[in-house]
């Protein structure tokens, strides 16, 4: 057994006991924290599955309030999807207490530890085949940043301050080269001067914010494609997940992030540039699904800038990947010492390519925009 395997034990059993484990095993999707999924067999002979995550709280400095957040956030969802006859059990995430009754475990070494329920009969998706299914993504997405449209902001902890305020990344960008943490600046000259080149899109949206001319608003902030749980049955995404980041902030960012990650007709970490672009299409579809479900509670600028959105948020995850390659990997999980800047690359290229079709992305939001009124 490895160290972390009798780590992973020993948490299971701080939570409690829902039948004889059968066994858990790691999933490795994220970039951030680590996540197992733990069977049980219960006494009347189900078997039943958990999600078990460990924060990382080197990202996540609050992990206290983080989960306050997300308490309050599902608290707010169940009631919506129930009095709309849905279940809330599929629909959205459920925490389940450890032993002590508190919603995370800290444990001995620091590591914060919550479990959730196993939404089944359920799949993620990482690369798109399909329009249909980005469409769907942005159903999901729309449809929870409309359930949490008068959700008291007041009330939600701010758990990574700054988070999408491109102009605080692009500062940090700034101190990482200064101080070169890793002495691999110089690999990256062509990368860096292509962030440097573009400072001035990046207050764009913080300056509306803070003149009041988009408003502020409950966001996920981190909507990858495969944070979406999609029905086995019927291929509808269902259920949101990854609510770390829910916070005070633009819908921008949700809807840039979207089309970032999942209308690249590449992966986040694609090593060949020539295979990575902005498939028209897909922004097509995740337009249309969008406005259809979020479209009437937005203001005139929160659909004007969408086309923006979605260049400045993959600009700032591209500036992200690589200050933290400069830094020295201490942020994202990487399998191999370029990954960071492999990754700066892909959104950098992807950048380009939206800069040459930001017409036709203009053009898309405008029909799309006509199609709800
Ligand atoms: C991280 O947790 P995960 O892997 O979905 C990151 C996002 C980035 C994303 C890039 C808390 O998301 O902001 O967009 O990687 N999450 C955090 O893939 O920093
Ligand atoms: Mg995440």
Redesign the pocket.
Same mark, same amino acid.
């Given at each position: 057994m490895t160290e972390i395997e009798i780590n992973v034990a020993e948490i299971i059993d701080a939570f409690p006991n829902y039948g004889e484990v059968l066994g858990y095993k790691p999933v490795t $999707?994220? *970039?951030? +924290?680590d996540t197992y999924i733990v069977e049980y067999l219960k006494d009347n002979g189900e078997k039943v599955r958990f999600l078990l995550q460990r924060i990382?709280t080197n990202? @996540?400095k609050m992990p206290v309030e983080l989960m306050d957040n997300v308490m309050g956030v599902t608290a707010f969802l169940r009631k919506k999807i129930e009095a709309a006859g849905g279940d809330p059990m599929r629909e959205t995430l459920t925490v389940y207490p450890a032993k002590d009754g508190k919603n995370y475990y800290m444990a001995a070494d620091g590591g914060c530890w919550r479990m959730y329920n196993f939404v089944e009969d359920t799949y993620s998706i990482n690369e798109l085949t399909s329009a249909e299914d980005f469409k769907n993504a942005a159903l999901s997405f729309g449809n929870f940043q409309n359930l949490l449209a008068d959700y008291p902001i007041e009330t939600l902890y701010d758990t990574?301050p700054n988070? *999408?305020n491109t102009p605080s990344r692009f500062k940090d960008f700034l101190v990482a080269l200064e101080t070169n943490a890793s002495g691999r600046k110089d690999m990256a000259r062509p990368e860096i001067d292509f962030v440097l080149e573009r400072e001035k899109d990046c207050s764009v949206i913080t300056d509306l914010l803070d003149s009041g001319e988009l408003p502020v608003r409950v966001t996920h +902030?981190?909507t990858?494609l /495969? /944070?979406v749980l999609f029905d086995k049955a019927t291929n509808k995404g269902i259920c949101v997940v990854?609510l $770390?980041?829910v916070m005070p902030g633009s819908s921008l960012y949700d809807f840039g992030?979207s089309i970032? @990650?999942g209308a690249n007709t590449a992966a986040?970490d694609e090593k060949d540039l020539s295979k990575v672009s902005l498939n028209l299409e897909y922004f097509k579809a995740y337009v249309e699904g969008y406005l259809e479900a979020a479209g009437k509670s937005l203001t005139e600028n929160e659909i004007k800038y969408l086309p923006f959105a979605a260049k400045l948020?993959t600009l700032e995850?591209g500036i992200? @990947?690589l200050g933290d390659f400069i830094n020295g990997d201490v942020? @994202?999980?990487t399998e191999y010492p370029e990954h960071n800047l492999v990754?700066a690359r892909t959104q950098f290229k992807l950048v380009e390519d939206m800069e040459a079709k930001y017409g036709d992305m203009m053009r898309i939001v405008e029909d799309a925009t006509k199609a709800i009124l």
């Open positions: $999707d994220g *970039h951030i +924290n990382n990202v @996540f990574i988070f *999408h +902030n981190d990858k /495969n /944070n990854d $770390d980041t992030d970032r @990650f986040e948020l995850c992200r @990947f942020y @994202f999980k990754r």
